[in-house]
């Protein structure tokens, strides 16, 4: 069998940046391919979630007021055992928990980085089969290393971030993460069992022609909103339309599609829930990051999404992101409200 070594795993393409960066100390990497092992474990139980007992509920609620599904807490337990059992993590905050998990040990002390993520985003979907993930964000932590992290740490703005990624478990499992230096995807080879570089150095088009929002809520949104979307419906050949509207429920399955292909994500504030139902933290501020670094924009409608210093763990936001000259025009709407 002839094995084609211009196809880079995971592991070889963190250990080729690290090779371009000498003063590098190979930390953040070695935190990456950590995240890459629970990906791959969590993956292989989403594969077979009709023939275990990791379907429906498992009769709990989170700290979000929502019911805890069974592959959640499985995919939050091994996303947490992995970063503990590492050398490259201080100290986890996740959307199934209350608090932050300090791992007050003296290999964890001397970490740099501490780690926000959510373990199963779209969980709502896995009793159907529709695509799921996860997302993560990592910071440079601000509290003395070598004593153990802070509830300061978790709280910093998205633009401290200082790299952020999601794993989409779908038709194939992908593995897609960002630094300063550009954002890359990786697609599982169920084969060899390794992430393979598949989508080096993604570039987020600066138009598109899908819009993804839940019309459910319409007259929920503010005016300034609905007078977008009416665009969106009405656009014709003559101004880049008509758009086409796709909505999985998935945050992470609806933005990949966007980033790939060009389009806009919109989760607005409604009149029962002014700040939207997205988690700055763990969902707004990953996704902003990668975005950014790939051209697009993300905002809360009134503010660059990486600027809002937040002042709770579970803080929620409204998002609106995708291609620049649709966040443009949308902006265009949100200034004259």
């Given at each position: 069998?002839i094995?084609?070594?211009k196809?880079?795993t995971l592991?070889e393409?963190t250990?080729q940046q ?5 003063s590098?100390?190979?930390?953040l990497?070695?935190?990456?391919r950590?995240i890459g ?5 969590v ?7 009709g023939?275990?007992?990791i379907?429906g509920?498992?009769?709990?609620i989170?700290v ?10 499985y ?6 055992g ?10 986890i905050?996740?959307?199934?928990l209350?608090e ?9 002390n001397?970490s ?14 896995i ?5 799921i ?9 601000i509290?003395k ?7 300061a ?8 971030q200082?790299?952020?990624?999601y794993i989409v478990y779908?038709?194939?499992?992908m593995?897609?993460y960002?630094t ?6 990786f697609?599982?080879d169920q084969?060899i069992g390794?992430?393979s570089?598949?989508?080096?150095d ?6 598109g ?11 929920q ?8 979307i009416?665009?969106c419906?009405k ?5 880049g339309g008509?758009?086409?509207q ?5 945050m992470v ?6 980033l790939l292909?060009?389009?806009i994500f919109?989760?607005?504030?409604t ?7 997205l988690?700055l933290?763990?969902?707004c501020?990953?996704?902003?990051f990668?975005?950014e ?10 503010q660059?999404?990486?600027d ?6 579970h803080?929620?936001?409204p998002?609106?992101i995708?291609s620049?000259?649709m966040?443009?025009?949308?902006e265009?709407?949100?200034k004259?409200?």
């Open positions: 069998m094995v084609n070594r196809i880079l592991d393409f250990l690290l090779r371009a960066f000498p590098a100390t190979g930390e990497s070695s935190l990456l950590d092992l629970a990906a791959k474990r993956n292989v139980e989403v594969n077979k979630a023939l275990v007992d379907l509920d498992a009769g709990t989170n979000q007021g929502e019911d805890v599904k069974k592959l959640d807490i995919a939050n337990n091994q996303f947490m992995v970063l503990q059992h590492g050398i490259s993590c201080a100290g905050g996740s959307e199934e209350d932050v998990v300090v791992f007050d040990d003296e290999v964890s001397n740099k980085y501490v780690v926000l993520f959510d373990p199963l985003d779209g969980s709502g979907n009793d159907v089969n529709i695509s993930g996860t997302i993560f964000g990592v910071y440079r932590r509290s290393v070598g004593t153990p992290c802070t509830a740490d978790f709280l910093q703005a998205g633009n401290r200082v790299a952020a990624g779908g038709s194939s499992t593995l897609v960002a300063k230096r550009g954002v890359n995807g697609t599982l084969g390794e992430f570089l598949s989508h080096p993604i570039k987020c088009p600066p138009s022609r899908i819009y993804s929002v839940n019309h459910g809520n319409f007259f949104y503010e005016k300034s909103v609905q007078q977008y009416n665009v419906q656009k014709d050949k003559t101004n008509p758009y086409t796709r909505y999985i429920g998935s399955a609806d933005v990949h599609r966007n292909k060009g389009g919109m989760y607005p504030g009149t029962g829930k002014p700040k939207g139902k988690r933290l763990y969902e501020n990953p996704f902003a990668i975005v670094v790939a051209g697009g924009k993300a905002t809360d409608g009134k660059r999404i990486l809002i210093v937040p002042t709770e763990l803080q929620r936001s998002l609106f995708g620049t000259d966040m443009n025009e949308l265009s709407y949100l004259e409200a």
